[in-house]
């Protein structure tokens, strides 16, 4: 292989091969078919590219990522090796060009789309040109068992059964046993050299947590890993846009990407990700595949993936470059709802769509694991491994067990006296004994598991179920619109022959996050009073500003207003008292922190401004001057949603049927807009003076900083009123006496 180690030390500035690299090109290069499956970062691209140099003619490259060809042919080109691309960006002209250079034997490689390679054109330009090989990227795309099915791929083996002569490789990062299967067999890669590597990528720590309020706790993450660039992805187009625009509002540079912008916009937005430090993308599963930006430090998931396979590619684009990355996720019931019901509407017949449901439910077995992550993810993937791992949040010791073979007992008897068809929030009210109009139609108001689960609030009952459906205990009956059934494996829990543990989901605050929202309003509304402070900020916007120019970048890219003002408020003397101010990371404090600096130091040398003592984080510091009041938050747009159907005439249960949500959550939504003033009590509740009155009365106000509770209430009365009117009732008390508590979440 000395003649791949010239290429691989003078074209790609390595030294040696990595893993089965060196036996994968000696394969290729022989003559031979190759299967590879490897995970992402692995270097699996120098396995046909060196092959392809050095047999004579052409390697076909068939490759869905149109939108990156340019960048990886320009990379290629970059240390002289000959490629080119054809996708539907070309011109005809420029098309031309390049299957003229391709005919004439000027280039080692060529990527394409599979949907050129099925057209009569290029039919014809693979008859006329000598070829080295082809190789099929991303090879999972061919089977509809895999997390990213592709049509267009099933055309594949069609063409290359009219060479036969030509090795074939095909390349995937994450593939499970059925759908390693299927691609053996379409790609006719049966009697192909199988390599195939361990996945783990441990430079990545694994952490999930259970979804609360989506935008406090990715601040709570992004808080500590200012200036890195990263990928958040959103379950949908809207969520990636409003997730962009917030995280830009508050002094991130966030970019989003999804199918429904125009191709120029996602490519353009592509590029800075690639090309530009501290840049977060918000976006769908749309973008990722092929990304091969080496300095990617997070990947967060704003929901739970559909896939093992999916969330373990889409995780693999965080630290190519080997050090430490995070891989963080926020989830809860409601995905794994969608997930089902856009499995249950998909075409397929049934076998197809139990595999989906199997996925759906390891991927939900995977966030709602008491064991070692790592361990979880490896073995779905086939890989042995035993643990712990010691870079997860179990294995850390982030998250809480507790032993509750009881509780368990209870949440399976209640399915089974039931008549296994009813979903997790109907099962928690009959646990906690709420004699709602639908329990008391059905009975389940006079089973013996009614109202004995009051030892729970009803988030914990919620958070049971979930992890005995996702620990095999419960499954879900599509048929009866997801509601729970027995499975075999809950039998020895119910007789008390196995233990069972759960995972405790902390509790958030809303106080903190309103404390939070108003520091960042505070500071991106900052107005410099002191003309001193004015002037200090003319200076370094001036000195933004013509970094940018030297070094043709937007002056947000060197630094966002937020952190100029930062600089100003808090005028650091040294790059570490630097770091900690917001959007100042370790690159750009090396790479612009000096200049910066001196600009300060003049500054106070000249005007002896005192500067803030640094004995903790800026954005724990308080400032000079006063902090302005919170402001109160505006209603969110379901909240509006439900006061906009209110106002026009329906009842919170007409509401609720409607939006296809539970009576208590319209209710919730109500007391928002009390607690708003844009609803009144008497608006909302039908009960007369007295009722009002006496509910008001049982309510005592809770210890300084806790918040209120409504379970007392409710018991009191014997569940004669429902929370929800309860709740009303007390906000638009608290509304009148001015009260600052803050309401906590319906028990």
Same mark, same amino acid.
């Given at each position: 292989m000395r003649d791949a180690q010239t290429i691989l030390r003078n074209y790609f500035g390595y030294d040696c091969f990595r893993g089965f690299q060196e036996n994968i090109i000696r394969s290729l290069t022989a003559g031979q078919d190759a299967f590879v499956l490897a995970p992402t970062g692995s270097g699996k691209s120098l396995c046909y590219q060196i092959p392809s140099m050095l047999r004579p003619g052409v390697g076909i490259v068939i490759s869905p990522l149109i939108a990156l060809m340019q960048n990886q042919v320009d990379a290629l080109r970059q240390i002289g090796i000959r490629a080119d691309f054809l996708n539907s960006t070309?011109?005809?002209?420029?098309?031309?060009? &390049?299957e003229r250079r391709v005919m004439s034997g000027e280039i080692d490689l060529l990527y394409v789309a599979p949907e050129r390679l099925t057209t009569t054109g290029f039919q014809r330009l693979l008859t006329q040109s000598s070829l080295a090989l082809f190789a099929i990227d991303e090879a999972h795309c061919i089977s509809q068992w895999g997390h990213d099915f592709r049509p267009e791929y099933l055309q594949i083996s069609t063409i290359l059964k009219q060479f036969p002569e030509i090795p074939r490789i095909a390349l995937t990062a994450t593939a499970d046993l059925i759908t390693r299967k299927e691609i053996l067999e379409k790609l006719s890669l049966n009697q192909a050299g199988q390599f195939i590597s361990g996945f783990d990528r441990p430079n990545i720590s694994y952490q999930v947590e259970l979804r609360q309020n989506r935008k406090q706790q990715l601040l709570d993450f992004l808080s500590e890993r200012s200036g890195d660039s990263g990928i958040i992805y959103c379950l949908t187009r809207k969520e990636t846009d409003a997730i962009a625009a917030w995280l830009s509002e508050i002094g991130y540079t966030a970019l989003p990407y999804h199918a429904g912008m125009s191709s120029g916009s996602r490519s353009d937005n592509q590029r800075r990700f690639l090309r530009e430090d501290g840049v977060i993308m918000a976006a769908t599963v749309a973008f990722g595949m092929g990304i091969d930006k080496p300095d990617v430090r997070f990947v967060a998931h704003l929901g739970m993936p559909k896939t093992i396979e999916s969330y373990y590619q889409e995780t693999g684009r965080a630290g190519r470059d080997g050090k430490k990355s995070d891989a963080w996720m926020i989830y809860n019931l409601s995905d794994v709802i969608a997930h089902r019901r856009m499995m249950e509407s998909s075409e397929g017949d049934e076998a197809f769509k139990q595999i989906r449901q199997k996925k759906i439910e390891s991927m939900l077995g995977y966030c709602e694991t008491v064991v070692c992550r790592r361990k979880i993810l490896l073995n779905y993937l086939g890989e042995a491994y035993a643990g712990p791992c010691g870079n997860c949040d179990i294995c850390q010791g982030k998250v809480e067990t507790y032993e509750g073979l009881i509780v368990a007992q209870k949440a399976l008897s209640c399915v089974y006296r039931t008549g296994q068809m009813f979903g997790a929030e109907y099962l928690t009210d009959v646990l906690l004994g709420i004699p709602n109009e639908r329990i008391i139609r059905n009975g389940h108001d006079k089973v013996s598991t009614f109202g004995i689960g009051a030892e729970l609030s009803?988030?914990?009952?919620?958070? &049971?179920?979930?992890?005995?459906?996702?620990?095999?205990?419960?499954?879900s009956d599509i048929e009866k619109k997801g509601g729970f059934c027995l499975a075999p494996e809950s039998r020895p829990v119910l007789r008390g022959e196995q233990k069972v543990f759960f995972r405790k989901d902390p509790i958030r605050s809303r106080t903190g996050r309103k404390e939070r929202k108003s520091w960042i309003r505070n500071i991106s509304e900052h107005e410099f009073s002191d003309p001193s402070y004015q002037e200090l900020w003319e200076k370094l916007r001036s000195l933004r500003r013509e970094i940018a120019n030297e070094e043709n970048v937007p002056p947000y890219v060197i630094f966002h207003d937020a952190t100029l003002k930062e600089l100003v408020q808090y005028q650091p003397d040294t790059l570490k008292k630097m770091k900690q101010l917001h959007g100042i990371?370790?690159?750009k404090s090396e790479r612009y922190g000096e200049p910066f600096l001196k600009i300060i130091q003049e500054h106070v040398q000249q005007h002896g401004i005192r500067k803030i003592a640094y004995e903790k984080p800026v954005r724990r510091l308080k400032s000079e001057k006063p902090a302005a009041p919170p402001q109160p938050e505006p209603l969110s747009a379901t909240v509006l949603e439900t006061v906009h159907l209110f106002r026009k005439g329906k009842s919170p249960e007409e509401i609720a049927?409607?939006?296809q949500f539970m009576v208590s959550t319209i209710y919730g939504h109500l007391s928002e807009a009390i607690r708003d003033g844009q609803l009144s009590v008497s608006d909302v509740v039908r009960l007369d003076a007295d009722e009002i009155?006496?509910?008001e009365t049982a309510y005592q106000p809770p210890p300084e900083g806790q918040k209120y509770r409504l379970k007392p209430i409710f018991e009191k009365f014997d569940g004669k009123y429902h929370y929800g009117i309860i709740r009303c009732i007390i906000e638009g008390l608290m509304l009148r006496n001015k009260t600052d508590l803050t309401p906590g979440p319906l028990p």
């Open positions: 070309l011109s005809p002209q420029s098309s031309a060009a &390049v009803k988030n914990e009952w919620r958070s &049971v179920f979930r992890q005995l459906a996702a620990a095999g205990f419960l499954s990371g370790q690159k049927d409607h939006r009155f006496e509910i």
